[in-house]
């Protein structure tokens, strides 16, 4: 699976869209970005999925460049709710889930 | 989405016995289960995958007769921690998965393991 990159952590004002990004230079052509969030002490969450469209969903949006080899997990209008480490991971549709470290998301109101 | 639960939340447990952490899909069919390890301030590791009615495959570094997987049916999963050791401790979490197509992986809400 392509290895993606992510910032450490980011801050982002509640109420303001919060754009995270990731980078993905090796991604192959059948593979996917997938976004999940962990809010602490709990299972992860899953955000949303893309190939090479943009897509949306109830929780956020997701641009993936014409290149694939970056995409931005967008969401909205940021709550305090929101606070979590945030997933980027590539994979193959059939393969399994591998979890790097993350941006960790800290939304101050 | 789809739910997937586990069973206990939190175990406490002493040094040598064992441990068996459950992994249901309520409200669909899974064909695949993952089960991952979370020490804190650290990401999820993945430590085995298991289909149903077929053996759990290890990822490399993790010992199978330590960390029973049985995947008997579509909607259970189970994990056993044999002779739990102080450094098994850890945040347990399972995920499922309906298909083996492009379809998102669901996870349990984890189980706190800690071995005293």
């Known amino acids: 699976d392509a290895k993606t990159t992510q910032p450490t952590s980011m801050d982002c004002a509640e109420g303001r869209a919060a754009n995270l990004p990731c980078n993905h230079s090796?991604?192959?052509?059948?593979?996917?970005v997938y976004w999940y969030r962990q809010i602490h002490s709990q299972g992860p969450q899953y955000i949303i999925h893309g190939l090479k469209n943009n897509e949306t969903n109830e929780m956020a949006s997701l641009i993936i460049t014409e290149d694939r080899k970056s995409s931005t997990l967008i969401l909205p209008h940021a709550t305090l709710r929101d606070t979590a480490v945030y997933y980027c991971?590539?994979?193959?549709?059939?393969?399994?889930?591998?979890f790097g470290a993350g941006t960790t998301v800290t939304v101050r109101a | 989405g789809a739910v997937v639960s586990q069973h206990p939340s939190w175990v406490i447990c002493k040094s040598g016995t064992s441990v068996k952490i459950e992994c249901r899909s309520l409200d669909f069919q899974a064909t695949t289960m993952f089960w991952y390890r979370q020490f804190p301030k650290q990401s999820l590791m993945l430590m085995a995958t298991?289909?149903?009615?077929?053996?759990?495959?290890?990822e490399q570094g993790v010992e199978k007769d330590k960390f029973l997987i049985n995947h008997a049916s579509l909607t259970l999963s189970t994990l056993t921690v044999t002779s739990a050791h102080p450094e098994d401790s850890s945040f347990y979490i399972c995920?499922?998965?309906?298909?083996?197509?492009?379809?998102?992986?669901?996870f349990g809400q984890g189980t706190r393991l800690t071995v005293v």
């Open positions: 991971i590539v994979k193959r549709g059939d393969y399994k889930l591998s």
């Open positions: 995920s499922a998965r309906a298909d083996n197509r492009n379809t998102e992986a669901f």
């Open positions: 298991s289909n149903e009615g077929s053996k759990a495959t290890y």
């Open positions: 090796t991604i192959s052509g059948n593979e996917y």
